[in-house]
């Protein structure tokens, strides 16, 4: 008796519920009467909520608000290199961190064609920002990635668009 | 020398058949691994590297804490329940309005239909933890002045200053509470029709909840719809926009798209059961 009584208190029933508080299956007619409804005009409703089986390909805007933008350069410009974007078509320009945010990276990845030339891009504009100071940076080539110390994500991002990629 | 020349050559022809020094083929250094067998013997079973004397000796290991005698550290201080109920808060995940234009200049939200939990989940780059006490999404205001897009959207927590950047655009924005429960289904709404069952009823806020839900400033879903419009006034001339007229607008019909406080999806009722491989719902028989 208590228990129904406390049962009855919980607004979330499914949480306690098990199979054996479940309500055993009732005789057909104690069900309340349905109608299957086929081609019902709901159904846009139900495909909203569905989620997309791939990443949409963005459509082209007049402007874009957030500072994203789409890619530009083809994979055969006059620099040499390219920069593919990600699946979620951003620039791949990410921050690592080491040693609980003592020690921090810069990695470009996805370099394809002449990473050499891009490094000596990056460090140049890395450089500059550092009013002249050296700046160390490590190449795989095998991978197309370029480690470059220190976080210089949002500059290389903006150099990166600012060129197309 | 002949010998010499003949015998590395030998060598290295042996070497090219061998395989390449590498990690699955090298063994540890010899006597750089500590035997784990303790010795019992007469010169093996000495002291075991437990020293001479005392609790050491014993292998007293006293429990965490425990200082000899002294008051322990842990007790030293009375209590001050700074965290109390800390695991029974609810939580907000935060979603920044340029995180939010940036899903919309992507595509992956489409800000010409109204916006919800399952839309933020369903664009693959959110996700929702209602396990994890985590009760909806709060709209935070990094990225306000960048905030272009016209949108209806509902969350369930935002500042005064991020109402006022969604309304000085033409949007709509309410706050709505949702149980855990149907978190759950509106995380994942798919994963949900696949099993089966109706769609539930949608609960009330619980008491704590209640006075923010019911709120015109906070545009809470269960406040009164006229003190909103007036708020929506009163907002404008605070921070110094001329409120777009929504009545006016082309986007009419989805811009003033609310659920009812009982409904968990946007056009759908509780009770139905929604069928995804015969694309048919079953509906309660209406006399």
């Known amino acids: 008796m208590l228990r129904h009584f406390v049962r009855s208190l919980h607004t979330q029933p499914a949480r306690l519920s098990s199979f054996r508080s479940s309500q055993p299956v009732q005789p057909l007619e104690a069900y309340p009467e349905v109608e299957v409804v086929h081609n019902p005009p709901e159904w846009k409703y139900v495909e909203r909520l569905l989620p997309p089986s791939t990443v949409p390909e963005p459509v082209a805007k007049p402007t874009y608000p957030s500072g994203w933008q789409p890619q530009r350069a083809n994979g055969d410009n006059s620099s040499g290199y390219f920069v593919a974007r990600t699946k979620n078509h951003m620039v791949p320009v990410y921050l690592h961190t080491r040693f609980r945010g003592q020690r921090r990276l810069t990695v470009v990845r996805r370099v394809q064609g002449d990473i050499w030339a891009l490094e000596r891009d990056l460090r140049s504009i890395v450089e500059q920002a550092r009013n002249g100071k050296l700046c160390a940076t490590r190449v795989n080539e095998l991978s197309g990635q370029i480690y470059i110390h220190g976080d210089y994500v949002d500059l290389l991002r903006e150099h990166l668009k600012s060129k197309g990629f | ?287």
């Open chain 2, 1 to 287: 020398m002949a010998h010499l020349r003949e015998s590395s050559e030998k060598a290295l022809k042996l070497l090219r058949t061998l395989p390449r020094v590498q990690i699955g083929n090298l063994r540890p250094n010899p006597n750089s691994k500590q035997n784990d067998k303790r010795g019992r013997a007469q010169h093996g079973g000495d002291k075991h590297g437990a020293g001479n004397k005392g609790s050491g000796q014993r292998q007293n290991f006293m429990r965490l804490g425990y200082e000899t005698g002294n008051q322990p550290f842990y007790l030293r201080f009375p209590y001050e329940p700074y965290y109390k109920g800390h695991h029974m808060r609810r939580q907000y995940p935060p979603i920044s309005m340029l995180q939010l234009q940036v899903l919309i200049d992507t595509d992956r939200i489409d800000a010409s239909q109204p916006i919800d939990i399952a839309t933020l989940c369903n664009s693959g780059l959110l996700s929702l933890k209602p396990a994890e006490m985590q009760y909806g999404f709060q709209l935070t205001d990094d990225g306000l002045d960048n905030f272009k897009a016209k949108i209806n959207i509902e969350v369930q927590h935002a500042s005064e200053a991020v109402i006022a950047a969604v309304e000085r655009n033409g949007g709509v924005i309410r706050t709505a509470y949702y149980d855990p429960r149907s978190l759950h289904i509106l995380a994942n709404p798919k994963k949900w029709f696949a099993k089966g069952i109706p769609i539930p009823q949608r609960m009330l806020p619980p008491q704590d909840a209640a006075e923010y839900y019911t709120d015109a400033k906070n545009r809470g879903y269960l406040a009164n719809p006229e003190e909103i419009s007036k708020d929506r006034l009163v907002l404008a001339q605070k921070y110094g926009y001329v409120l777009p007229r929504i009545e006016d607008d082309a986007d009419y019909e989805m811009l003033t798209a609310a659920k009812n406080a009982r409904q968990l999806f946007h056009g759908l009722e509780p009770g139905w059961l929604i069928n995804l491989v015969d694309k048919t719902i079953v509906k309660l028989k209406t006399t």
